[in-house]
C-alpha cells in the first residue's frame, strides 16, 4: 500500500492538470498512458476522488460496454463515492457501466449502498481506500465461507477494499465493501452478491421493526425459521417465551432507534449491527450491544440476539435425595462428605488445570466419584486416605436423579425445560455465566443425539 503522502500530492497533481493534459493529449497521448497506468497500479486512494468522467479515459477490461469500462481502482472509486456520499448513488450508477453491474436495477443498487453508508460514522469519515494484499484477502474469504460455503466460486473472484479514515489509518472496526472480478480479469459488482447481501439485511429489518412494534408473533416466527433440523427444533412454548423476552427487552433496555443502528460488518454470510445506546442490566447507564444475523446451512437467517440471563446462584448447590448439601466454592473435607453422599466409588488425583486456580502452590486436584456425580476438590489428600480442600467442580454424569443442581437441574430433562428456564442458553453455546464476589462460575451442559435433546451431562466450575 502506498503512504497517503505519496498518493495525495499526486492527486493534487492529477486534478490541477486535467484540463491542460486534456488539451495537449492529442500530442502527448504516451506520456497520458503512462501516467493513469500508474494510477490503476495504486493500492489506495484518498478523497476527493476523481471527477465524473476520469474512468473513461482508461479501457483495460474485455468487456463490451456501449461506452468505456471502468478498471479496478475507478470502480472502486465509485462505489467508494456514493456509500460516503448517497446523494450521489444515481449518478454513479448512470456513470457504471452496465455490464459492470451484471444489469442491476438502480433499486438493487441504491438500497445496497445505503445499507453499506450505514458501517460510516459521522464521528470518523472515511477518507481512503486500499485493495487489501492477497493474504489479507485469503482470510477474510474463509472467515466469510465458513457461513457461504454455498457461494464457494463467487467468494473466489471477490475482493475486499478496506475503507480508511482519518490519516489513512484503519477503523477500530475493518470496514469493508466488495467487488468481484471476471476470467478476464474485468472488476464488477456482482449481482448475485447484492441480492444475497440485501436478502440479509432484509431479514434483520423485519426482526428489528417486529421487535420495535412488539409483534411477538412475527419475532417468533423468525426466529424459528432460523432453527437447524439436525439441531432440533424448539417447541411452541420456547420459542414464544424467547420472543417474549426479546420484546420486554427492546421495549425496556434498548434506546437506540432501528435507524441509528451503525452496521459493524456486513457480506453475503454475515450482518452485524451495533446497537449504541443500551441499559446496562442495573438500568443506570447506557452501553453498546450488538446483534448479528448469520446465514446458516439451510441458506436461512440465523439470529444471534442474547438477552443475558445470569446463572442463578441457587444453583451453586448439590442436591442429594432433594437434600441440599454442599456448594460449589465451598470448603469441605473427607468425614463430612462421607457422612452426606458415604463412600465414593474412587479417589484420584487429577491434572491441574487454570480453572483450578494457583497451580504454583501445593495443593492437589481430588476426583471423587458417586453413583452420577462428581466433585473436584482443590486441597490437601493425606496418607490415611482423608483430605480437605476448596469445592472447585461439580459434575453430573448420567440420568440417575439422586443428585441436582439447585432443586431443577438434573441430567435427563429436556433441553426445552432448560430453556423454559435459560431462554437464551443456546446462544451461548449452552453455557451460562455469572460472577458472584468477583469469582466467575459457568455451567455447561452437554445434551443426547436422539430427537428429545435430554441433557447428558452438567458440568459447574469456578473459573478465573
Not at 502527448?28 to 476522488?49: F, M, N
Not at 472509486?77 to 450521489?88: E, Y
Not at 456486513?266 to 443506570?284: A, G, H, R, W
Not at 472447585?392 to 432448560?418: C, H, K, P, V, W
Request: some cysteine.
Amino acid at each position: 500500500m502506498n503512504s497517503l503522502n505519496q498518493i495525495r500530492p499526486h492527486m493534487r497533481y492529477q486534478q490541477g492538470t486535467h484540463n491542460a493534459l486534456f488539451r495537449l493529449r492529442a500530442l502527448a497521448a504516451g506520456l497520458v498512458s503512462v501516467i493513469l497506468a500508474v494510477l490503476i497500479l495504486l493500492t489506495s486512494c484518498s478523497i476527493p476522488w476523481a471527477t465524473d468522467g476520469t474512468g473513461s479515459q482508461t479501457n483495460t477490461s474485455l468487456i463490451t460496454t456501449d461506452g468505456a469500462t471502468l478498471d479496478r481502482q475507478n470502480l472502486a472509486r465509485s462505489l467508494v463515492t456514493c456509500v460516503t456520499d448517497t446523494s450521489r448513488i444515481k449518478s454513479i450508477y448512470d456513470s457504471i457501466p452496465s455490464a459492470q453491474l451484471e444489469s442491476m436495477s438502480l433499486a438493487s443498487f441504491d438500497g445496497y449502498i445505503r445499507a453499506l453508508a450505514r458501517m460510516i460514522s459521522s464521528s470518523d469519515p472515511v477518507t481512503s481506500f486500499r485493495f487489501v494484499t492477497e493474504t489479507e484477502r485469503q482470510t477474510i474469504i474463509d472467515a466469510i465461507s465458513v457461513n457461504a460455503s454455498d457461494y464457494f466460486s463467487l467468494l473466489q473472484v471477490t475482493t475486499p477494499i478496506e475503507l480508511l479514515t482519518g490519516d489513512g489509518v484503519a477503523a477500530d472496526q475493518p470496514i469493508y465493501i466488495f467487488i468481484q472480478t471476471d476470467d478476464n480479469g474485468t472488476p464488477y459488482l456482482s449481482a448475485a452478491w447484492v441480492n444475497e447481501c440485501m436478502k440479509i439485511y432484509d431479514a434483520a429489518s423485519l426482526y428489528i421493526n417486529a421487535l420495535e412494534a412488539q409483534d411477538q408473533e412475527a419475532v417468533g416466527s423468525l426466529i424459528s425459521d432460523s432453527e437447524l433440523p439436525e439441531e432440533g427444533v424448539f417447541s411452541s412454548q420456547v420459542i414464544d417465551y424467547k420472543a417474549r423476552e426479546l420484546i420486554q427487552y427492546y421495549h425496556i433496555k434498548v434506546k437506540s432507534e432501528y435507524t441509528d443502528y451503525q452496521i459493524l460488518s456486513f457480506d453475503i454470510s454475515k450482518l452485524t449491527f451495533l446497537q449504541p445506546e443500551v441499559l446496562n442490566d442495573n438500568s443506570l447507564d447506557y452501553q453498546s450491544r450488538t446483534v448479528s444475523f448469520v446465514r446458516n446451512t439451510l441458506n436461512h437467517v440465523y439470529i444471534q440476539d442474547s438477552v443475558n440471563v445470569p446463572l442463578d446462584s441457587k444453583n451453586f448447590y448439590l442436591y442429594y435425595k432433594n437434600e441440599k448439601t454442599i456448594r460449589i466454592g465451598d470448603r469441605g473435607d473427607s468425614n463430612q462428605f462421607r457422612a452426606i453422599f458415604g463412600d465414593p466409588l474412587l479417589v484420584t488425583l487429577g491434572v491441574r488445570s487454570a480453572a483450578d486456580g494457583n497451580t504454583a502452590d501445593n495443593n492437589q486436584v481430588i476426583v471423587l466419584t458417586y453413583s452420577s456425580a462428581s466433585v473436584t476438590i482443590l486441597g490437601n489428600l493425606y496418607d490415611d486416605g482423608s483430605w480437605d480442600g476448596q469445592i472447585q467442580r461439580i459434575r453430573l454424569r448420567s440420568a440417575n436423579q439422586d443428585f441436582t443442581l439447585g432443586t431443577s437441574i438434573y441430567t435427563g430433562m429436556t433441553r426445552d425445560e432448560l430453556m423454559m428456564m435459560y431462554p437464551f442458553a443456546d446462544q451461548t453455546g449452552y453455557v451460562l455465566k455469572t460472577t458472584v464476589d468477583d469469582q466467575a462460575y459457568e455451567m455447561t451442559f452437554t445434551f443426547t443425539a436422539d430427537a428429545d435433546r435430554k441433557i447428558s451431562a452438567v458440568k459447574l466450575e469456578m473459573v478465573d
